[in-house]
């Protein structure tokens, strides 16, 4: 066979990336495209027969690009969602280069062994127990699923009950006492796992959307039988943080599980560790690294302070693979999938690109902008509902009607980027600062932006 051109398509490639990328600044954030004009662009019957790859890729760049958000632009401030630093993003393409099948040790040795690495990194900056395991999953709603399948499980293991045997039926009831102000992502997890919402106990939230403590003694004396406590560090809404030292002194042999998808990383910094003190005394903890890592999609971590039952709950044995044998780690032992992508790799390049004092920096940063933001709008005449203590911003511009208005005027206009919420009852704009590159001149920039599109 002829040997392929990898300069065609990847030069492509290449070319478009350092283009678009370089083009962020001054590019709109929403996507110019219409649905009507990307489905003819994109469209269409599949041929019958191959196109040269370079052409395929000029095509998908031609078609695809007028639809593509610029959410790593450092004017995204919708959802909570990251950009990729450089090293990661070429991390990330070298992962699909060598396309390592990370499952089994034996596969993609390196793989494993930069998964291990920047596992032992992440435990240590988060300052959670030296011995906890880690899994890399695809996001934070796969690491409430991993937790809470490694909880049930073992919550019923100490009463007697072999989950792998005998599943669900029959066995004692789990109780799930959550926040009111929980993610949604803990309710999708009970359903994928066959808990169901109805074993869902919720608990009363303060008006910054963080737990009360007192409802969780209530609730905890008010039933029996084996019980997962799901606190969390970082309201999606408001960025607050469950009083989690607090909610450790009351769960007693619950197993305690806390969504720390973008909040887990105030414990990266001297200075926010604070706010998620005895974060440390978990079972087990979900966290993203596309959001406030930078790394590309998708990527999340589950981490949980109990390897044997992390590992018992998530492993699987066929006498066809090869399993690791003395001590190297298969990553098909920590995570739901069987084949899937090293997505070790960027983790790993997003870390030693910034180090400690650097991803520090960076959640200290996207915070005292957030702060920023809510100086500047409310100067402007904006209210802004929370307590700025993280990188949450909700802000409202006069009534529901007129906020929700202005939030389509604001994304149309292309400035800057961000999405509603209802919080309290009442309609809100969210701004997220997640974005390594986002500096107070695009802040500047965009509550102009806001400010006119409420005028
Ligand atoms: C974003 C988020 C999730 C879901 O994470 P994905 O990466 O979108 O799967 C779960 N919990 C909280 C608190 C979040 O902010």
Redesign the pocket.
């Known amino acids: 066979m002829e040997r392929p051109d990898w300069n065609g398509p990847l030069g492509v490639a290449f070319d478009h990336a350092t283009a678009y990328l370089g083009g962020l600044p001054e590019r709109p954030v929403r996507p110019p495209a219409s649905l009507e004009n990307m489905r003819a662009a994109l469209g269409g019957p599949l041929q019958a027969g191959s196109l040269p790859p370079e052409k395929v890729v000029a095509d998908l760049v031609a078609a695809a690009a007028p639809g593509v958000m610029a959410s790593s632009s450092g004017r995204f401030f919708g959802?909570?969602i990251g950009g990729a630093t450089p090293a990661a993003l070429a991390a990330d393409w070298l992962t699909s280069t060598w396309d390592q099948n990370a499952g089994l040790y034996v596969l993609g040795p390196a793989a494993s062994v930069v998964e291990e690495t920047a596992a032992g990194w992440l435990v240590e900056l988060l300052g959670l127990p030296a011995r906890a395991s880690v899994g890399y999953v695809?996001?934070?709603?796969?690491?409430?699923f991993t937790a809470l399948a490694i909880a049930v499980r073992e919550v019923l293991r100490r009463k007697g009950w072999d989950v792998d045997a005998d599943g669900l039926w029959g066995a004692p009831r789990v109780r799930v006492i959550a926040g009111e102000g929980r993610?949604g992502?803990i309710d999708r997890a009970l359903r994928h796992l066959g808990m169901g919402t109805n074993s869902l106990v919720t608990v009363e939230m303060d008006g910054q959307g963080r737990l009360v403590p007192a409802a969780l003694a209530s609730a905890l004396a008010s039933g029996e039988g084996p019980a997962i406590v799901c606190a969390?560090a970082?309201?999606?809404n408001t960025g607050a943080i469950d009083p989690l030292a607090a909610i450790a002194d009351l769960v007693g042999d619950a197993w305690l599980h806390v969504?720390?998808?973008?909040?887990l990383w105030a414990a990266a910094s001297p200075r926010l560790r604070p706010l998620v003190a005895g974060i440390e005394r978990a079972d087990s903890w979900?966290t993203?690294a596309?959001?406030w890592l930078n790394v590309p999609y998708?990527s999340?971590l589950v981490i949980c302070a109990h390897p044997e039952a992390h590992r018992a709950a998530m492993g699987v044995r066929a006498s066809y693979l090869q399993h690791a044998a003395s001590g190297e780690r298969d990553a098909l032992d920590y995570n739901p999938e069987h084949s899937r992508r090293a997505r070790g790799f960027p983790v790993y390049a997003a870390m030693r690109q910034l180090g400690t004092d650097g991803i520090a920096d960076l959640v200290e940063r996207s915070c005292a902008l957030a702060r920023h933001f809510a100086d500047r709008l409310t100067a402007g005449g904006a209210l802004v509902l929370n307590e700025v203590v993280l990188n949450q911003v909700l802000v409202r511009l006069g009534d529901d009607h007129t906020t929700q208005r202005a939030l389509r005027r604001i994304q149309e206009e292309g400035t800057a980027w961000m999405s509603g919420t209802t919080w309290n009852g009442a309609a809100a704009i969210r701004i997220s600062v997640s974005n390594w590159s986002t500096d107070e001149d695009d802040v500047d920039r965009t509550v102009a932006a806001i400010l006119a599109a409420a005028a």
Do not use: R
């Open positions: 959802f909570v695809t996001g934070g709603q796969m690491a409430n993610h992502t969390q970082g309201n999606v969504d720390g998808a973008f909040g979900a993203d596309h959001k998708d999340g």
